[in-house]
């Protein structure tokens, strides 16, 4: 046998070693070619559309979301129809809204018109009184920090908001700052202060609003209805189609808005879909435990092959004599100061829809 020579044993390990780099190394395009595609995709009219196509492919990228041209089109969909290309967003008539949230609060916690006036009255961080800042606020950025700071440094303001801050959502995508809280554990950037405050930037926006808009696998065939979800929260869509399910099976009338559960409730107090199942128990052959930890499911994808999922459609199905939609959007009618007109989650998925169909023909 012919000794094996050392530049031959040093070409197997630098092979073996490009090999080891190809099978770790991330898949797809490279953050430039996905930052290439998504500005060819976004509008010619935005401001900085190379910034807005970075953060979107940085966000992809560190979230290990495929950046093909459905998610990406989705992505823009959301954004464009949330802020219009706009991170910190102005909001109408935020200053008088927040005025009189303020008033209500104070009225709901019992504290005189009167000491809310002169707590607004004392200066601020920046110098300005409260209520002199409060008068001018214009995005939801200004207002979260305006609260911070009541919270900081007036006594008053931490007996009103303590632990509450009425800014709940924020940036150029509008996602929940909760949210947001709760999934950054792999956030990319340092962050600068604190994580609400991301939220308010262009970066920490489209990352967070990236992950809750796909961040998560559904069942749906029409992205319509991920885009609901959106509104209406994760699997809204599939769980308003299986409120309809129980409707038919029980002959009761349900509210489609996905949520199966009244959050904290005792046992003794369902809500009206659980207690419509509570109805089918024999069926089912489920007490009113099994039915609640299964409802409990309902934020999971696992929900859908559940023992309750399968049976109440197995009924509904044959009382109704025909296959009954897996996926439907909830009956949700959207409220909020911000809003000044009637609108639901079906109008603004069907918004988006529309956008994410443009941008797939761009």
Known sequence: MRPVSALRVASWVVLLVMLGACATAPKGPSVDQVRADVARRIPADVADRQGWATDIAVALRAQRIPANPENICSVLAVLEQESGYVADPVVPNLARVSRAELERRAKAKHIPLFALNAALKLPSSDGRSYADRLAVVRTERELSEV???????????????????????GGPMQVSIPFAEENARDYPYEVQGSIRREVFTRRGGMYFGIAHLLGYQTPYVRKVHRFADYNAGWYASRNAAFQ????????????????????????????????????????LGMDARAIRRSLGQGNRLGFSDSALFRQVYAIAESRAGKPLPREMLPGIRLESPKITRELSTAWFANRVYDRYRRCLAR
């Open 244 to 283: 309809n399910a129980v409707a038919v099976a029980t002959g009761r009338k349900l509210a489609l808005d996905g949520d199966l559960l009244n959050p904290g409730a005792p046992l003794d107090e369902p809500g009206e879909t659980e207690a419509a199942l509570r109805q089918l128990a024999g069926q």
């Open 147 to 169: 609260y911070e700071d009541l919270v900081g440094r007036v006594p008053l303001g931490k007996r009103l908001f303590e632990n509450w801050n009425p800014v709940q959502t």
